[in-house]
């Protein structure tokens, strides 16, 4: 590997330099990352960690897979049909795997273990404080499409519990969707966010996520009577409807924050190895996430609602018992979102106000409750009145294009740029035009979801 001088200067903007620089934020809550020093160091200089590379494949596909399958029929429907959702799955599978190794490399080259730190040493403190914001906003979103989703689910079981039918007038004001979420969230979501750590859930299962696929592809094989599919599409309406169903697929496959603390937790951080990890990793996630996506597409055809869930007849025992496995992984999954989307926010303050990381811990507390609840209330708030969680996964499937081709592509280009002393071969300009490319897929993403969250959904 050629050498890289890797942009460091930490003195622009007037941000203190001993203000958490070092944090170690946004770390997957699933690995070992202690930080680096001497003891742990291998004889190349290169720190140790203790996953395996099964085990690194396993978390890889932990951090992939979650509640975004639920929206994957609706996304073969937008693409129109089958045939391009898998090609387009397929043709985004490369690029993704690709954004995974990007950033092993530059985790090397920079020896930083955090994707932030990661953009930050490579690219600088702009694109880094910009990669910082748009984590917190993703997190944010996320979070709200969670609540979202509890909410859907719950109205379903409710339904069958009160057996009436969903939407009959008439209810009982503790049945109502906006009561309902906002029990759950005060008694079981703030508690699980306010502390410190969040390492007594790192061990959360993916059970829920593979039974939910279990459920879609066996009720396609052998359908109710009640289920009556819609028309089933065959070839996208434009190609601009294709490029709609981008945004899931993009939320669905984003592992890549955490996948630079997973990398350096492994027992050999090769790259090489991790390439290996991450395309073994991917593959299995294509593999649910097609199983859903196509089987829930034909069920349902373009009836299909953006949560796959809500298609089918509220009385059915098995897929209950899928609602309420989505509901406990959501729980948890809201804190760890919630932790990292606050970590940000944190190392960022430090950093404008020069505080160092070891400060005053009663400072540090009542500053983390007081943004743990105007993070809660904002996400509850809003939460309450979207009700559609289509729009909101659409919209942070924009932002998470950005995690996925946009910032690999920006420290592709910038790690190849800092290799000055060498003469460069053809591979050369053959990766930084592949980092152009990325950088320009995931800006296009981008700019077509926000101009459609702006000029499609606020002004219809």
Known sequence: MAQVSINSDLGEWGFSTDAGERARLLQSPCVDTDPKNEEEASPEGQSRGTTSTFGAIFIVVNACLGAGLLNFPAAFSTAGGVAAGITLQMSMLVFIISGLVILAYCSQASNERTYQEVVWAVCGKLTGVLCEVAIAIYTFGTCIAFLIIIGDQQDKIIAVMAKEPEGAGGNPWYTDRKFTISLTAFLFILPLSIPREIGFQKYASVVGTWYVTAIVIIKYIWPDKEMTPGDILTRPVSWMAVFNAMPTI????????????????????????????????????????????????????????????????????????????????????????????????????????????????????????????????????????????????????????????????????????????????????????????????????????????IFVDLLA
């Open 250 to 453: 993009c939320f669905g496959f984003q592992c890549h924050v955490s996948s630079v603390p997973i990398f350096n937790s492994m027992q050999r951080p090769e790259v090489k190895t991790w390439g290996g990890v991450v395309t073994a990793a991917m593959v299995i996630a294509l593999a649910v996430y097609m199983g859903t996506g196509v089987c829930g597409f034909l069920a349902f055809g373009a009836s299909v609602d953006p949560d796959v869930l809500l298609s089918y007849p509220s009385n059915d025992v098995a897929v209950a018992v899928a609602r309420a496995f989505i509901i406990l992984s959501v729980l948890s999954s809201y804190s760890i979102l919630h932790f990292c989307g606050r970590a940000v926010i944190e190392g960022l303050w430090l950093r404008y106000q020069g505080m160092p990381v070891e400060e005053d811990v009663g400072r540090e507390r009542r500053r983390r409750v007081l943004q743990t609840l105007v993070w809660f209330l904002l996400t509850l708030l809003l939460a309450l009145f979207i009700p559609d969680i289509g729009k909101v996964i659409s919209v942070i499937g924009g932002l998470a294009a950005c995690f996925i081709f946009v910032f690999p592509g920006l420290c592709l280009i910038q790690a190849k740029l800092s290799e000055m002393e060498e003469v460069k071969p053809a591979s050369w300009w053959v990766l930084v035009s592949y980092g152009v490319l990325l950088v320009t897929l995931g800006a296009f993403i981008f700019g077509q979801t926000t101009a459609n969250a």
